[in-house]
């Protein structure tokens, strides 16, 4: 399946991080979004929710916000795809400090009259036990994308 609108919502999603553009990073999104983020709680669900937590999000840096997506690989049928990558985010916090961290993410998208849209989305971070500590010093390997 050729998968050429899926990478263009894949870059643009990161474009409307990197620039902190709230609006045009919704518009990735479908009105009853489920997602799953790193921080609590459980979940958010619906487009509104969404808006809230990214406004947050996007509160809390004062530069542009890094997104480098590698080992992307979709699977794609019919009016359902599924896409599982790796982001390394990066930049500078509110509070002037320098990250740099890399998260594990799902998307399940479903084709609507209007294109690709995300309906659910799964970000994580690995866990270090038995501490119980997130690994935010992981990079991703050098492959690119996986298809």
């Given at each position: 399946?050729?998968?050429?609108?899926?990478?263009?919502?894949?870059e643009?999603?990161?474009?409307?991080?990197?620039?902190r553009?709230?609006?045009?990073?919704?518009?990735f999104?479908a009105p009853?979004?489920?997602?799953?983020?790193?921080?609590?709680p459980?979940?958010?669900?619906?487009?509104?929710?969404?808006?809230?937590?990214?406004?947050?999000?996007?509160?809390?840096?004062?530069?542009?916000?890094?997104?480098?997506?590698?080992?992307?690989?979709?699977?794609?049928?019919?009016?359902?795809?599924?896409?599982?990558?790796?982001?390394r985010?990066s930049?500078?916090?509110?509070?002037g400090?320098?990250v740099?961290?890399?998260?594990?993410?799902?998307?399940?998208?479903?084709?609507?009259?209007?294109?690709?849209?995300?309906?659910h989305?799964?970000?994580?971070l690995p866990?270090?036990?038995?501490?119980?500590?997130?690994?935010?010093?992981?990079?991703?390997?050098?492959?690119?994308?996986?298809?």
């Open positions: 399946m050729d998968t050429t609108e899926i990478d263009a919502l894949l643009g999603r990161s474009e409307a991080i990197r620039a553009d709230l609006d045009r990073l919704l518009a999104y009853d979004i489920v997602y799953f983020d790193v921080v609590p459980l979940y958010y669900a619906g487009i509104d929710a969404l808006r809230g937590r990214f406004r947050d999000w996007f509160g809390r840096w004062s530069s542009p916000i890094g997104q480098d997506v590698t080992d992307v690989h979709v699977e794609a049928g019919g009016d359902v795809a599924a896409v599982r990558m790796l982001i985010t930049g500078t916090l509110a509070a400090r320098e740099g961290y890399c998260v594990r993410a799902t998307d399940i998208l479903r084709r609507t009259a209007d294109g690709w849209a995300i309906t989305e799964h970000v994580s866990v270090e036990f038995p501490a119980g500590t997130a690994a935010m010093d992981l990079v991703p390997p050098q492959r690119g994308r996986a298809g």
